[in-house]
């Protein structure tokens, strides 16, 4: 069988990138070893599926070349795939920060796309699992295990990166993009949760389950969102999103109350209410036993008429500016993306085919390209496989 485009991985940018070379006439077959199509888009969410960022820019992005996703970006916008969504009558809603999600399921997502493929005449099979990729006489020549073979002219890698392997997640965009001679950016786990050591493990085992309001920072780099403890360590929104800046043996600044100045709200007890406790007043502001826990580790406690100037700086420094040393994140298992993967350097911005082999395209999470959390992921996925559909 000969098609004019392969695209391995029915995934949000295998299935956009699909339907937009189908709806432009051409002979797409898409190629997964998973029994679904879309399986991360219906886990997604907590089964809405967070689909796109009204707030999209590519300073949303990291990569060793933040310029790349620029123009995939520019050239369909969350406004596009809202469209799109629109017109399948799937009804959404704002969460927060311009974060979308499906009022009923992320399986409409996941339908619409495949409705748009089928439309467009693309052919889905899924269980195929390949065992070899060749590129002989102009054609890219693909096995599968079944023992069938295919051929293209264009062969599109979407087969994501390796965050949630007991979805399927494989490296296997990595292998045969080095196979073809692109680079890869070294991967790491992205958006996931942090590991405490056993010391700190043991210090925080009481505190499971507590979510606070905070802002997380690292560098010069800062979220402003919830942030929970675990019995691991450290997650929620605000935690998830400095992960993907984090490296091994650096700390965390946490500001455990935003818009809040403890120093002063301190001083000023000693004045109206001197005969209360320290922790009451901080557990106007946090739990009461994050509060407690805080002012362990620095040793203070007692009422606010014992306190120093020096005093309220101290446990204003605590809240404020809370020192948290992560022994390492949860890795790929829990990871919602994976950072690094195909060298940028080696694919073409407007189209996302490799520059020194025609006709191979990658797209989607395989690329080093990696959103913030909030839909921008999803949003990278349309934008990079509508750019590549519009190519082929």
């Known amino acids: 069988m000969i098609y004019d485009a392969i695209i391995l991985g029915a995934g949000a940018a295998g299935l956009m990138c699909a339907a937009t070379a189908g709806a432009r006439g051409r002979r797409v077959l898409v190629l997964d070893h998973a029994t679904h199509a879309g399986e991360k888009i219906r886990i997604s969410g907590g089964g ?20 790349f996703c620029i123009s995939a970006l520019s050239r369909y916008t969350p406004q596009d795939f809202i469209a799109l969504v629109q017109r399948y009558n799937i009804t959404y809603h704002e969460k927060t920060l311009g974060q979308l999600f499906c009022d009923h399921s992320s399986r409409q997502i996941v339908q619409m796309l495949l409705d748009e493929c089928a439309h467009h005449g693309v052919t889905i ?39 949630i392997p007991k979805m399927g997640a494989t490296g296997f965009a990595y292998d045969v993009a080095k196979k073809f001679g692109l680079r890869i950016v070294p991967t790491r786990a992205g958006l996931v949760p ?72 301190l001083k000023d007890a000693r004045t109206t209410s001197p005969k209360q406790e320290v922790l009451s007043v901080l557990s106007t502001l946090l739990p009461k036993r994050l509060a407690q826990f805080l002012l362990e580790q620095i040793g203070m406690s007692g009422t606010c008429a014992e306190l120093s100037n020096t005093h309220c700086d101290k446990i204003a420094q605590q809240v404020h ?3 948290y040393h992560p022994a390492t994140t949860e890795g790929y298992r829990t990871a919602e993306v994976t950072l690094g993967g195909i060298d940028t350097r080696d694919l073409s911005s407007q189209t996302m085919e490799a520059t020194n082999v025609r006709g191979l395209y990658c797209i989607g999470e395989a690329v080093d390209v990696t959103g913030h959390l909030g839909g921008f992921n999803f949003q990278w996925a349309w934008a990079s496989g509508y750019a590549a559909g519009m190519a082929l």
């Open 48 to 67: 809405r599926c967070n689909f796109t960022n009204i707030h999209c820019t590519p300073k949303n992005f990291l990569s060793e070349n933040p310029r």
């Open 125 to 163: 099979q899924m269980q195929q699992s390949i065992t070899d990729v060749q590129h002989r006489d102009g054609k890219f020549i693909i096995q599968c295990a079944s023992s069938h073979e295919v051929q293209s002219d264009n062969l599109i890698l979407a087969t994501g990166g390796l965050s």
């Open 194 to 265: 942090f590991v405490s050591d056993d010391a700190t493990l043991s210090q925080m085992k009481p505190l499971a389950g507590i979510a606070f309001a905070s802002i997380a920072t690292h560098g010069k780099v800062h979220f402003e969102e919830a942030s929970l403890i675990t019995h691991k360590g450290l997650s929620g929104p605000a935690i998830l999103q400095i992960s993907s800046y984090w490296r091994e043996g650096d700390a965390i600044a946490l500001n455990l109350a935003p818009h809040h100045n403890v120093a002063t709200m």
């Open 321 to 323: 500016h809370w020192l």
